[in-house]
């Protein structure tokens, strides 16, 4: 993809000393929904705001459907913003709030009514038209927020965690409400949030964020499957990461472990070896095949988490790995304190370079 | 932290008292003193005597005239300042230096501060001199001993009031509801009409609230920058109190002045709450 709809060239932002966005560069297909995903800190509020137009940036340019933003004040941006503590105007209705933007670009008042109606519908919030959002919970501030955002037809909308003031079961009904409502508009939606599985569930695409810089983009598969590097591994998902050294032979040595596998690594170098929690078995009794390795262990502690449970279990040579179940009832129990055998698929493994 | 029920009572009994005996006792003595005659019998004797001619109506228009136009410049002159040390100096250090910049003539005293402006506004004055040197003038203009002399003096102390009223209100206002403006579409001026100025709604009433009540009882600067040739309702009643020692009259005078006031400040908070905008304002 290299005809993005929105381009991030190389783009850089310092406080000082302090490197905030280190050389970032992104595209973005017209109507597709990316997540910005890292820990606190990381600058995806910054990088939202610096398309947004709050944020002058120090290099770099940032191109929305081939034209410069640089010099483009926010107002004049075809970009429109939820912010992460809604920013509703308290001495406006919602009905005034959502108008405000058409109202600016020049529209008469039949018009702005009857937008206005059309995008509080949208989401919901048709009945509330008259009240002023001091008289409205959370979820339904964010509502009002979303229908303004939207009420100027923006090409692309920028999220910064809408969802984070939510409770748990209104965040996921909403996570679902905002996917769906993003391919009825067919609106380019760029999403922050430091919620993994937000950006799982919803995205098309995730950019994951290391201090600064993108570590990794790509669908929220590859992204969990093909991770780039150890931090992506670490931060999406659950993770085996075992230590390990290559061999002479291009095979892999964990502890005791030799494994043949694929990677690009020199001899003698350093790499992580990643193993999902659910792609290991854990049974009672060796398993004849040879596409699978295993690895004789003792059970430690079992977590009973509801559709799934946790094993953690130590093997011989003394690495700690965690394996994934699901709970069916009246399987053949593991207990705490077992011998048992963990086994993965050969191919279910990766070595991360980096 | 709870405050037990004793401290709390001497909390609060303290000041409550404090406030009896220095402001209301005095105030009922006034208000009494006014019902009287000077033999102590019960009479409106002396509010006839107020509304009697056109004298003392006439001295409270001044007086009123001049304290609108002073709060009214005040707010011009004040909300300016106060956006600009809110919203456009950046370090926190410079926007102290402004607020103590601002605060500046309430430094100095009164008398000491009115006698400046006379030196200023005089007919040699500086005014006069440079308004001469330019040529905008041929003759020295009537600046000193006017009503203008008196708005000037009393502008001169009542901005701080403003602008000290309004930046804190300026400062509660929350950043992203002005980037929420710009990114809907609206530009700066836009941003501001419909933004940050009606949101800022509670400290323009409050601050002029308090540059008006201000004004009306203001006595020295009235009195000095005037000369004597224009009277306002503090001068009249400080004539009634110190020289002619009617003591019954001045009381009635007092009243009469609060009274006005105080329907004057009831409508303007009618009018404001009339407003969609303004609504707010004055809940808050
Ligand atoms: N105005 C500023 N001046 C100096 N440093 C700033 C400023 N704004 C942000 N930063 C710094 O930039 C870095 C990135 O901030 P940013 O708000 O983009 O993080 P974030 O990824 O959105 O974090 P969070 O998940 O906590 O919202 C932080 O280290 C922050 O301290
Ligand atoms: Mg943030």
Known sequence: ?354 | MRIRNGWAALLVGVPLAFMAAFFLVPFFVVVMASFQTKDGAWSLANYARILGDSYYPSILYVTFKLSLIATLVSFVIGYPIAYYIVNVVRSRMARRICYILVIMPLFTSNIVRSFGWMILLGRQGLVNTTLMTLGLTDRPMPILFTELSIIIGLTYILVPFMVLTVAGVLQTIDKSLVEAALDLGANRFVTFAKVTFPLSLPGVVAGSLIVFTLAVSAYVVPSIMSGGRTVVMAMSIFEQYGSLFDFNFGAALAVGLLVVTLVLIALYLFFIERQPAGRQAVRS
């Open chain 1, 1 to 354: 993809m290299n005809n993005g709809y929105i381009r991030v060239e190389h783009l850089t932002k310092r406080y000082g000393d302090l490197v905030v966005l280190n050389d970032i560069s992104l595209d973005v297909a017209e109507g597709e929904f990316l997540a910005l995903l890292g820990p606190s800190g990381c600058g995806k509020t910054t990088l939202l705001r610096a398309i947004a137009g709050f944020v002058e940036f120090s290099e770099g340019d940032i191109r929305i459907d081939g034209r410069s933003m640089k010099r483009l004040p926010p107002n004049r941006r075809p970009v429109n913003t939820v912010f992460q503590n809604y920013a509703l105007f308290p001495h406006l209705t919602v009905a005034q709030n959502v108008g405000f933007g058409p109202r600016r670009a020049g529209k008469v008042a039949a018009e702005v009514a009857s937008i206005v109606e059309e995008c509080l519908s949208t989401v919901g919030m048709a009945a509330y038209g008259e009240r002023f959002p001091a008289q409205l919970s959370g979820g339904q501030q964010q509502r009002v927020a979303l229908a303004r955002a939207i009420a100027n037809r923006p090409k692309v909308l920028l999220l910064d965690e809408p969802l984070g003031a939510l409770d748990l079961k209104l965040r996921k009904q909403m996570q679902i409400e905002l996917k769906t409502l993003q391919q009825k508009l067919g609106i380019t939606f760029i999403f922050v949030t430091h919620d993994q599985e937000e950006a799982l569930v919803m995205a098309d695409r995730i950019a994951v964020m290391d201090a600064g810089r993108i570590a990794q983009i790509g669908s929220g598969r590859d992204i969990y499957h093909a991770p780039a590097e150890r931090y992506v591994a670490d931060f999406i998902g659950d993770a085996n990461l075992l230590a390990a050294t290559v061999a002479a032979d291009g095979s892999l040595a964990i502890g005791s472990l030799s494994i043949a596998a694929r990677h690009g690594a020199a001899a003698g170098s350093k790499a992580t070896y990643l193993l999902r929690p659910e792609a290991i078995r854990v049974d009672h009794a060796q398993d004849p095949s040879a596409d699978f390795v295993s690895l004789p262990a003792c059970v430690q502690e079992i977590v009973f988490a509801g559709g799934i449970i946790r094993i953690y279990a130590v093997s011989s040579d003394g690495q700690e790995i965690v394996a994934q179940q699901t709970a069916l009832a009246g399987e053949a129990p593991i207990a705490v304190g077992d011998e048992v055998v963990l086994s993965w698929h050969r191919d279910s493994g990766r070595v991360l370079t980096k």
